[in-house]
């Protein structure tokens, strides 16, 4: 009989910037124990883009190393496979269970039932963050196909992610620090396809990553707009860019007022500062959004 190791409770809002970590780099270990970045929420342990395939052997080697001694702390930890194969090998690793789950990439509707059936599996209970990064993520019919999977599983889907980097490469684009991903059509067109197709349906979806590692100020502005748009999370690929987005995931005074007043009322509508109105029925997901980013990241 298969004894399941418990997954920890955990909300999307709380991983805030997610860093992505080279599996094969020599400090995954003072970065996961929170020696090394105090402030980060999340991160990733990456075995796909961010090593070669000769390195594999190393950077799962590196893995087993570090969860050796690692214990498990506020900071959320999971790791990227390269392919279903590799998941395989990771889970063979013999404290594997301590991590929080895995952001498994190029999930698709050829590849979500290997996922599955590996992770069922496995004696443990994990959360999972698939990666909508091929071209799937251009068809309606296919993002229809991985919700309607997704929703029959057993799976612990924490968040999706978006695999902005991809999009571009398919539509033959490359963007600029300056440039609003929201308003190029190509992409904007994507990512409303992919909010509209599974937020209604309960999923968290995660922003695309910003590029630029040492323009704070677009990057902060970059992050408000992800908020703008509904989504939660983000890839960040320096260290400079963990403070900026756990101030950017703080609420206003005037939206955690709004937000609390709105839940707590017995009306059907309230009107706060401004003359702004808020209706209980019709911004009730908005206004936990905001208690949830109030509780883990507090007020401006």
Not at 261 to 273: P, S
């Given at each position: 009989m298969i004894k399941y190791h418990m997954i920890r409770n955990l909300s999307p809002i709380q991983l805030g910037g997610s860093l992505y970590i080279p599996a094969t780099h020599k400090n995954v270990f003072t970065i996961c124990n929170e020696d090394k970045y105090p402030q980060l929420r999340s991160c990733i342990i990456d075995t796909e883009d961010a090593?070669?395939?000769?390195?594999?052997?190393?950077?799962?080697?590196?893995?087993?190393?570090?969860?050796?001694?690692?214990?498990?702390?506020?900071?959320?930890?999971?790791?990227?496979?390269?392919?279903?194969?590799v998941l395989?090998?990771?889970?063979?690793?013999?404290?594997?269970?301590?991590?929080?789950?895995?952001?498994?990439?190029?999930?698709?509707?050829?590849?979500?039932?290997?996922?599955?059936?590996?992770?069922?599996?496995?004696?443990?209970?994990?959360?999972?963050?698939?990666?909508l990064e091929n071209l799937d993520i251009f068809s309606k019919e296919k993002l229809e196909d991985i919700r309607s999977f997704l929703l029959s599983s057993h799976l612990?889907?924490?968040?999706?992610?978006?695999?902005?980097?991809?999009?571009?490469?398919?539509?033959?684009?490359?963007?600029?620090?300056?440039?609003?991903?929201y308003e190029l059509v190509g992409p904007s067109r994507v990512i409303a396809?992919?909010?509209?197709?599974?937020?209604?349906?309960?999923?968290?979806?995660?922003?695309?990553?910003?590029?630029?590692?040492?323009?704070?100020?677009?990057?902060?502005?970059?992050?408000?707009e992800d908020l703008n748009q509904g989504l939660i999370g983000k890839t960040i690929i320096h260290p400079n860019q963990i403070e900026p987005i756990n101030q950017a995931y703080k609420v206003s005074q005037e939206d955690y007022e709004?937000?609390?007043?709105?839940?707590?009322?017995?009306?059907?509508?309230?009107?706060?500062?401004?003359?702004?109105?808020?209706?209980k029925f019709a911004h009730s997901a908005w206004a936990e959004i905001i208690l949830q980013r109030y509780k883990y990241f507090g007020i401006k």
């Open positions: 090593i070669d395939e000769e390195d594999l052997g190393v950077a799962i080697q590196n893995i087993s190393s570090m969860l050796e001694v690692y214990e498990p702390s506020s900071l959320c930890v999971f790791i990227r496979p390269r392919n279903p194969q395989k090998e990771l889970l063979k690793i013999p404290n594997i269970w301590l991590i929080d789950g895995f952001s498994l990439p190029k999930f698709s509707t050829e590849v979500m039932k290997e996922y599955a059936q590996i992770l069922a599996l496995c004696g443990k209970e994990f959360y999972i963050m698939p990666v612990h889907v924490l968040s999706l992610r978006l695999g902005g980097e991809d999009i571009m490469n398919y539509l033959g684009l490359k963007r600029k620090c300056e440039d609003n991903i396809d992919v909010l509209n197709t599974f937020k209604p349906f309960g999923f968290s979806i995660s922003a695309t990553v910003f590029n630029c590692i040492h323009q704070t100020e677009l990057y902060s502005k970059n992050v408000q709004m937000a609390k007043k709105m839940l707590d009322t017995k009306t059907g509508a309230i009107t706060v500062r401004n003359g702004q109105m808020g209706e």
